[in-house]
């Protein structure tokens, strides 16, 4: 007995547990087989979705009434401020709404084969389908749907989004509405953000300019649209000005002379932004070849495909990524830095050991033997990939882009402009503070007498054609960012970088950095003028006849050697 009685305490305890469980189990069948039900029925889905009923009242009192009625009740809804009254009210404007005459319903309906698909007008749902003779359908003139157009526009004024509120004002200000005028008045009182404010008073300016407000509120705009100060709005004062009244006339002529100094600065600050970036790029294609042309004195014509090389090495990489570890893409740019700068470096170094150092003192062979070598290199990489362009995509951090004020900034062209100033800056720290920098400076200055004094000046030239080789592959990874990866991307950027070389002073870095973005900034202000390719020519012959004036450049090199 004492051993028996545990024991049926417990069978009898899982018993209850069991019943319990069996319980439990029972009732979520039963509310999940009431739910499916509920969703499987005509309207179920409509029903699982609160909605007051109120608003529900307010959107079947539609069909109720004259025209007259109907625009007084989407004044009504609108007045609600809930977002759930859209769907009913652009229904409504496209002629879609419908009653349901079983229980007076207002529905949405669109044809489908010979009846009509009918959903709910505030949740969307499916309310399954009915014959055309079932439904009476809520007629509209012009003057409700520009009631719905106003009541639909103060709606998304009053969204809880700033990003719609800001996206409906700059609609109303492109569509200058003048009924939208009322709507936006009421969301500014009510709004809380300054910008979305401020666009609000601009699309309320541009309105009432269309409208036939008093002379006070129209001259209030125009300083409005002043203020503003860009193209839109230099267009919508414009024809302000093919109008009749002196007052808006003399104003608006004010304010087009205001907005085009404005422009005309910020059509500077763009040149110079663009001529930046375009700088950027001269400066990371040329730098390299500053130090080898510098330090040998080698027309290195292979130099663009260099940074062919380092395209190429970028996309490759990308594709082992997007085939093996698709979710690291956007590390494959940290990846394919290293990787081109090798690439690029050792076919730097097999150059110079296997061709360039039989030619010393020979510049018009090594030229000659160097172009011979980019002529072999393009053909492998057409062989190798194909002469079409390949694709090479932008990790996130560097798409899209930013403004400050009416200037777009895209994120790939700035960092590629804080890339070329870090290589600069850790290229000039490496030339002016390690051994490796020192005895380049030493061969630059005087081969002989650093030869004399144990400089093994060889294997200088070999690493620093290596070096500028390997920078030229980098500059690869950039451009490969910016510009079209194909077998004759060197090409676009070889004369330009030589022109950068010689203007800033052969083998001189400083000179390089300012040749660089010298003529990047003199060729972006020269194209609005003179198109693209006679502003290259221009430049061509300004550097020309500069260098007729200093033959070494703006920063000339000092030593015995460069000298003599």
């Not at 492998?380 to 777009?408: D, K």
Request: hydrophobic fraction near 50%.
């Amino acid at each position: 007995m004492i051993l028996t009685q545990p024991v049926f305490r417990r069978s009898a305890a899982r018993s209850g547990l069991a019943q319990r469980a069996r319980r439990i189990a029972a009732a979520w069948t039963a509310t999940l087989f009431i739910l499916l039900a509920a969703l499987a029925a005509p309207g179920g889905a409509a029903l699982s979705q609160e909605v007051d009923p109120a608003l529900r009242e307010l959107v079947n009192a539609l069909a109720k009434g004259s025209f007259s009625d109907t625009e007084k009740q989407v004044g009504r809804l609108a007045e609600t401020g809930d977002p759930l009254v859209v769907k009913a009210l652009e229904a409504l404007s496209e002629g879609d709404l419908y009653v349901r005459k079983s229980d007076a319903l207002v529905v949405v309906g669109k044809r489908s084969g010979g009846a009509y698909a009918l959903t709910d007008p505030l949740t969307g749902a499916d309310l399954g389908a009915l014959s055309g003779s079932a439904l009476d359908k809520i007629r509209v003139n012009n003057r409700l749907r520009r009631s719905i157009r106003a009541a639909l526009g103060g709606l998304t004024l009053r969204a809880p989004d700033p990003v719609i509120r800001a996206q409906a004002a700059e609609a109303i200000f492109k569509a200058r509405d003048a009924d939208a005028i009322p709507a936006l008045e009421a969301a500014i009182a009510a709004e809380t953000d300054p910008s979305v404010a401020t666009l609000m008073r601009e699309a309320r300016a541009a309105a009432i300019l269309g409208s036939d407000r008093p002379l006070d509120d129209r001259l209030a705009a125009i300083e409005t649209l002043a203020g503003r100060g860009d193209r839109d709005a230099l267009s919508l004062l414009t024809a302000v000005t093919n109008g009749t009244q002196a007052e808006l006339h003399e104003a608006a002529g004010a304010a087009i002379a205001s907005i085009q100094k404005l422009q005309a600065a910020w059509d500077t600050a763009r040149n110079i932004w663009f001529g930046l970036s375009l700088g950027s790029v001269l400066l990371l294609a040329a730098i390299g070849l500053a130090i080898t042309f510098g330090v040998m004195g080698v027309i290195n014509m292979a130099h663009g495909e260099m940074v062919m090389l380092g395209a190429y090495t970028t996309f490759v990489i990308q594709n082992v990524f997007r085939t093996l570890a698709p979710e690291l893409f956007d590390y494959s740019l940290l990846v394919a830095l290293p990787a081109a700068f090798l690439v690029a470096g050792l076919v730097g170094v097999g150059i110079e050991r296997g061709i360039i150092r039989f030619l010393h003192n020979r510049p018009l062979e090594t030229l000659l033997a160097t172009w011979g070598v980019s002529l072999i290199l393009q053909q492998a990489v057409r062989s190798l990939f194909g002469p079409t362009n390949q694709e090479v995509g932008n990790p996130a951090f560097m798409s899209g882009a930013f403004e400050i004020g009416q200037l777009t900034i895209t994120y790939n062209r700035l960092w590629i402009l804080v890339f070329a100033l870090v290589v600069f800056a850790s290229l000039l720290i490496a030339m002016k503070f390690t051994r490796f920098g020192l005895n380049v400076r030493a061969v630059t200055q005087n081969r002989r007498m650093a030869a004399s004094m144990g400089i093994r000046t060889p294997w200088v030239d070999a690493l620093t054609f290596g070096l500028g080789s390997g920078i030229a592959g980098i500059a690869g990874v950039a451009l490969s960012q910016i510009d079209n990866v194909s077998p004759n991307l060197g090409q676009s950027y070889i004369i330009d970088s030589f022109m950068v070389v010689v203007f800033g002073g052969v083998g001189n870095l400083w000179g390089t950095l300012l040749g660089a973005m010298t003529l990047g900034i003199a060729n972006k202000f020269l194209e609005p003028f003179a198109g693209a390719v006679l502003a290259k020519i221009l430049v061509l012959v300004f550097i020309i006849l500069f260098i007729q004036k200093r033959p070494r450049g703006l920063f000339a090199q000092k030593g015995r050697a460069v000298e003599a």
